[in-house]
């Protein structure tokens, strides 16, 4: 008895897939798609006589793995890409990059820069981003006109800026912010106090009830520089996780950013309450903050995720960067070569976020039944050859630069290395008159 193959929107065939729940690697497989979901992964025969895709994608070269998650970033700030290289954070920050909003942040600021941003990570597979900026409202926009994920910081500062004019402002435009976008299934937002240095008791006070009622997670620097844990001492009599603690900040939804400069104490404590780490190696080593320990939060069952922070301070929005420096940083700092192998460096980049987040039911990994967010990377060039394992060829040996496909939810958003839905000439046009209104040099 002959059966009639199921019709499905999409059937993806790849010579490697890396779901992420298992380390192995599967060869000649296909997972079909439909509705947005993943519907199965089986052999590629066995998919062409028990599916009747609408289209059929072949990847003969290829590894297909989830779509990157890139946990940390600032995505308007594309727009200040090497606007002040080379100086130490708070100089950095305090001298150039605050001057720089104040004068230029605004609603189009954020829009066109996250449209920016959100073409540099679509193009380098990454299919969601976890931002801190203001005006989320036009963030969202962008996102959602890319067709990319997005989980959205509802910011949180003392002092004014164009945006807002005080913490409870801050909080206020962000919640309004999401109760528009609370039906989109791509946009979501998680509660963003800046860092301890730069917002109150009382104000992490209101955003613990919030994240509580909201069941929403705390996405907060912690820890960055020497400077931040000695201006803390100072003014609070704690170190900056210690006064987390006390507030009652630690916890299963509390991702803390960077967190470079920990002792052994405070890498139990965060492995005891259940806390993630975003980790920023670029941007830690660009601004000369420091090396985090890494493999040692991974020892002791910390949830690490893998971010870029924004294009300011890094200076791009690469994750294919961040994994293999992450890799070669935790081999270089314990002198153990087995420290973060290709296989847990992919994990970071994707389902760890991803978990980080509370979207591990929905994406970080290739498991029917969830969104079909992938992203395909060519490991067929002449450079790439031979390719003994495709895992430790994409953290080792291919770039953003091999990125072939991206989709988000079962849509295709970069084809061919082609990104779709978007109007470069428009967005090179509102890029270029940004950086005429911007330019600043640094006097010698």
């Not at 690697?25 to 997972?31: I, P, R, W």
């Not at 992919?346 to 992203?375: F, V």
Request: proline share 5%.
């Amino acid at each position: 008895m002959t059966t009639t193959p199921q019709v499905i929107d999409l059937l993806i065939d790849a010579r490697w897939i890396a779901t992420v729940e298992s380390d192995l690697v599967l060869t000649n497989h296909a997972v079909a798609v439909d509705n947005g979901r993943i519907l199965a992964i089986l052999p590629s025969g066995e998919a062409h006589a028990r599916f009747a895709p609408g289209k059929h994608v072949n990847l003969p070269d290829h590894i297909l793995i989830p779509g990157l998650i890139n946990l940390h970033t600032h995505a308007a700030m594309t727009l200040m890409r090497g606007l002040a290289d080379d100086l130490p954070l708070m100089d950095w920050l305090q001298n150039h990059i605050w001057p720089a909003e104040a004068a230029h942040m605004s609603a189009q600021f954020v829009y066109d820069g996250t449209r920016l941003a959100c073409a540099e990570m679509l193009k380098g597979g990454i299919t969601c981003f976890n931002d801190m900026y203001f005006f989320p409202e036009a963030a969202a926009a962008a996102a959602s006109e890319a067709g990319m994920r997005a989980m959205l910081g509802i910011i949180a500062l003392e002092f004014p800026t164009p945006y807002a004019s005080d913490a409870d402002d801050y909080l206020n435009k962000g919640l309004a912010v999401r109760e528009t976008w609370l039906n989109d299934p791509l946009i979501g937002f998680c509660l963003a106090p800046h860092a301890p240095y730069t917002v109150a008791d009382s104000t992490f006070d209101r955003i613990l009830t919030l994240s509580e009622q909201m069941n929403l997670p705390v996405h907060c620097h912690i820890h960055e520089t020497r400077q931040e844990i000695e201006e803390s001492l100072k003014q609070h009599q704690h170190r900056p996780l210690e006064r987390l603690r006390q507030l009652g900040q630690l916890g299963p939804n509390f991702i803390g950013v960077h967190a470079v400069h920990l002792d052994e104490d405070e890498l139990q404590l965060l492995a005891s309450t259940g806390c993630s780490i975003a980790h920023c190696p670029t941007s830690n080593l660009k601004l000369a903050s420091g090396f985090a320990p890494v493999a040692r939060m991974r020892q002791l069952g910390i949830n690490v995720g893998l971010g870029t922070d924004g294009a300011a301070s890094n200076n791009r929005l690469d994750l294919f960067g961040e994994m293999r420096l992450a890799s070669l940083l935790a081999k270089g700092l314990t002198g153990d070569a087995s420290a973060l192998p290709a296989h847990e460096i992919l994990r970071m980049a994707t389902l760890n976020a991803a978990n980080a987040l509370g979207l591990g039911k929905e994406i970080g990994s290739i498991s029917p039944g969830k969104s079909a967010d992938l992203c395909a990377v060519d490991l067929g060039a002449l450079e790439m050859r031979p390719c003994f394992d495709p895992l430790s060829h994409l953290v080792n040996v291919a770039g953003r630069e091999c990125v072939s496909h991206v989709w988000v939810a079962g849509k295709c958003c970069v084809d061919h290395k082609t990104l779709l839905n978007n109007d470069q000439k428009h967005l090179e046009s509102a890029v270029a008159l940004w950086q005429n209104g911007l330019e600043v040099r640094r006097q010698p």
